[in-house]
C-alpha cells in the first residue's frame, strides 16, 4: 500500500515567535516539502491565530500544491478556512496539548459545533476530516456524524512505555479497522516520530495517511529536510 505523508509546518512559526526570527519562510518549507516526496503540508490554527497566523496561511496556500487545515471545529474559524481554501479540513478540539491545539474532538461536548462547521465546509467544497482519539467510540461517533474521513490521534501514545504502548496500539489497531470496514478515509497523527512509526503502520495497516510535524522539522535541522523526509518515507 502506498500511504501519503503530511507534513506539519506549526512548529517553523512557533519557532519564529520564540527566537524572535523574520526569515522563517513557510513557502520555502513548503516547496521543498513537496520536491522531497510528501503529499501535503499541513498548518493548524488556532482561536487566537498564534502562532499560525492568517499570513502564514496565504503565503503556503500560494506555494503548496496541497495544503492541510487543522482548526478547531468552532463557527468562528470556519470563514478562514473559506478564504483559504486548503484542499483538506481536519478539525480538532480546540484544547491545547503543548503548544499547538492539536487535541482530537470530543464528541460528547463538540458534537453539535461539528457537524455545523462540517456541514459549511462541506457545502463549499472543502472535504472535512475530524481528528479523533484511538477508539471504537470515537470512530462511531465521526461516523454517526456524518464525517467521511478521521485521523487516529496517536500524540497520547508514542512515548508511552513498551508494556503500555503495546496495549494502546492493539486499541489503535481496532479504531483503525472499524474506520476501514465503515469506508471512512483513515490517517494517524500526532507526536510520531522515526522510532515509533513503523509500530503504527504494522498496528494499523489500513492507514493511508500519515501526518508527522516536529519530529521531521527536528531531524532536518541535522540531515536537511530533503533527506529527513525522504527517511520517513521509506519507512511508510
Same mark, same amino acid.
Given at each position: 500500500?502506498?500511504?501519503? $505523508?503530511?507534513?506539519?509546518?506549526?512548529?517553523?512559526?512557533? $519557532? /519564529?515567535?520564540?527566537?524572535?526570527?523574520?526569515?522563517?519562510?513557510? @513557502?520555502?518549507?513548503?516547496?521543498?516539502?513537496?520536491?522531497? =516526496?510528501?503529499?501535503?503540508?499541513?498548518?493548524?490554527?488556532?482561536? !487566537?491565530?498564534?502562532?499560525?497566523?492568517?499570513?502564514?496561511?496565504?503565503?503556503?496556500? *500560494?506555494?503548496?500544491?496541497?495544503?492541510? $487545515?487543522?482548526?478547531?471545529?468552532?463557527?468562528?474559524?470556519?470563514?478562514?478556512?473559506?478564504?483559504? *481554501?486548503? !484542499? #483538506? #479540513?481536519?478539525? &480538532?478540539?480546540?484544547?491545547?496539548? =503543548?503548544?499547538?491545539?492539536?487535541?482530537?474532538?470530543?464528541? *460528547?461536548?463538540?458534537?453539535?459545533?461539528?457537524? !455545523? #462547521?462540517?456541514?459549511?465546509? @462541506? +457545502?463549499? =467544497?472543502?472535504?472535512?476530516?475530524?481528528?479523533?482519539?484511538?477508539? $471504537?467510540?470515537?470512530?462511531?461517533?465521526?461516523?454517526?456524524?456524518?464525517?467521511?474521513?478521521? +485521523?487516529?490521534?496517536?500524540?497520547?501514545?508514542? !512515548?508511552?512505555?513498551?508494556?503500555?504502548?503495546?496495549?494502546?496500539?492493539?486499541?489503535?489497531?481496532?479504531?483503525?479497522?472499524?474506520?476501514?470496514?465503515?469506508?471512512?478515509?483513515? &490517517?494517524? =497523527?500526532?507526536?510520531?516520530?522515526? *522510532?515509533?512509526?513503523?509500530?503504527?503502520?504494522?498496528?494499523?495497516?489500513?492507514?493511508?495517511?500519515?501526518?508527522? &510535524?516536529?519530529? @521531521?522539522?527536528?531531524?532536518?535541522?541535522?540531515?536537511?529536510?530533503?533527506?529527513?523526509? /525522504?527517511?520517513?518515507? @521509506?519507512?511508510?
Amino acid at each position: 500500500m502506498m500511504r501519503g $505523508l503530511i507534513l506539519e509546518l506549526d512548529a517553523l512559526p512557533s $519557532l /519564529r515567535d520564540a527566537m524572535s526570527a523574520h526569515d522563517v519562510d513557510l @513557502a520555502a518549507a513548503a516547496t521543498l516539502a513537496e520536491l522531497a =516526496g510528501v503529499d501535503a503540508v499541513r498548518l493548524g490554527v488556532s482561536p !487566537d491565530l498564534k502562532p499560525v497566523t492568517e499570513e502564514d496561511l496565504h503565503d503556503t496556500r *500560494r506555494a503548496a500544491r496541497r495544503l492541510e $487545515l487543522r482548526m478547531p471545529a468552532i463557527d468562528a474559524m470556519v470563514r478562514i478556512a473559506l478564504d483559504v *481554501r486548503p !484542499d #483538506v #479540513v481536519v478539525l &480538532g478540539s480546540d484544547r491545547r496539548e =503543548g503548544a499547538s491545539a492539536a487535541s482530537p474532538l470530543d464528541f *460528547r461536548n463538540d458534537a453539535a459545533g461539528v457537524g !455545523d #462547521v462540517a456541514r459549511s465546509l @462541506a +457545502e463549499a =467544497g472543502i472535504p472535512v476530516a475530524a481528528r479523533v482519539a484511538p477508539t $471504537l467510540e470515537a470512530v462511531k461517533a465521526a461516523h454517526g456524524a456524518g464525517l467521511t474521513r478521521v +485521523e487516529l490521534y496517536t500524540g497520547s501514545l508514542v !512515548d508511552l512505555p513498551p508494556s503500555e504502548r503495546t496495549r494502546e496500539l492493539h486499541q489503535l489497531g481496532d479504531a483503525a479497522r472499524l474506520a476501514s470496514k465503515l469506508q471512512l478515509g483513515l &490517517g494517524v =497523527g500526532g507526536g510520531i516520530g522515526y *522510532r515509533v512509526l513503523p509500530e503504527l503502520v504494522q498496528a494499523a495497516p489500513a492507514v493511508e495517511r500519515v501526518a508527522v &510535524g516536529r519530529a @521531521a522539522l527536528t531531524r532536518a535541522m541535522l540531515v536537511g529536510l530533503d533527506r529527513a523526509l /525522504r527517511d520517513l518515507c @521509506a519507512l511508510l
